[in-house]
């Protein structure tokens, strides 16, 4: 049982466009929704994170949106760069602490073309 | 800090094979995950401890998987005997377990059983 479906699989996005990952969660358990890059050859690496307890969070060009009642979230990437093509996980886990295990999305692929 | 360390990063053995992979966290983290990740399948959880101590292995796939922690710097996940099945990247990661922190991953063993 998938616990957090994340979509598209893959995106292609024009250089200074933006790029919309989005992400479904089920356990209404899960406070703790962070977002994974990871580029190839490298381990998944913590992008932003968010809790349940606010509905928007920015960090420079990234940004997550939360919809608690809808159980979504979504990433989006402003003025998106060729260096930002990676892949992207969305994840959740309970009670917000580092002990708890993390819950992935399938990942996205994101490719930005100039 | 080193960040997460983990060796070997390529590991190419033969079906029946024993295959042992190695994780040191980061000093002070409390917290080790093994994560498999596949096209397929994405990042699945295998098991995780706290304080060395084994939490929950319900996502080790099958017996011939098993993993340590002797000490608060050093893990092992073993497959023995290793199939062509088990061919994915595996990752160690690791964390504090305080509210809103995330894990910090490996780079990973790609391991491939011919």
């Known amino acids: 049982q998938q616990q957090v479906k994340q979509s598209p699989q893959s995106l292609i996005v024009q250089k200074g466009g933006i790029s919309i990952i989005n992400c479904a969660y089920e356990?209404?358990?899960?406070?703790?929704f962070p977002w994974y890059q990871q580029f190839p050859g490298k381990g998944p690496a913590l992008l932003i994170a968010?809790?349940?307890?606010?509905s928007e969070k920015k960090e420079g060009r990234f940004t997550i949106s939360f919809n608690k009642s809808a159980k979504q979230f979504s990433l989006h990437i402003m003025d998106s760069q060729p260096g930002d093509s990676a892949t992207y996980f969305c994840?959740?886990?309970?009670?917000?602490?580092?002990?708890?295990?993390?819950?992935f999305g399938k990942g996205t692929r994101l490719s930005v073309i100039a | 800090d080193a960040g997460v360390i983990q060796s070997p990063r390529h590991e190419v053995t033969e079906m029946g094979q024993e295959v042992t992979l190695r994780c040191k966290p980061i000093?002070?983290?409390?917290?080790l995950f093994w994560y498999r990740q596949t096209m397929m399948r994405g990042l699945e959880l295998l098991i995780y401890?706290?304080?060395?101590?084994?939490?929950?292995d319900s996502g080790m796939p099958e017996d011939r998987f098993s993993a340590k922690m002797p000490n608060a710097s050093f893990s092992t996940l073993k497959i023995q005997p290793s199939e062509p099945r088990d061919s994915a990247v595996y990752f160690c990661?690791?964390?504090?377990?305080?509210?809103?922190?995330?894990?910090?991953f490996g780079s990973g063993t790609r391991l491939t059983v011919v």
């Open positions: 990661a690791s964390s504090f377990g305080r509210v809103n922190y995330g894990y910090t």
């Open positions: 356990n209404t358990a899960f406070d703790y």
């Open positions: 968010i809790r349940p307890d606010v």
């Open positions: 994840a959740a886990s309970m009670k917000g602490s580092g002990n708890t295990p993390l819950v």
């Open positions: 000093s002070g983290h409390n917290s």
């Open positions: 401890f706290n304080n060395n101590v084994p939490i929950d």
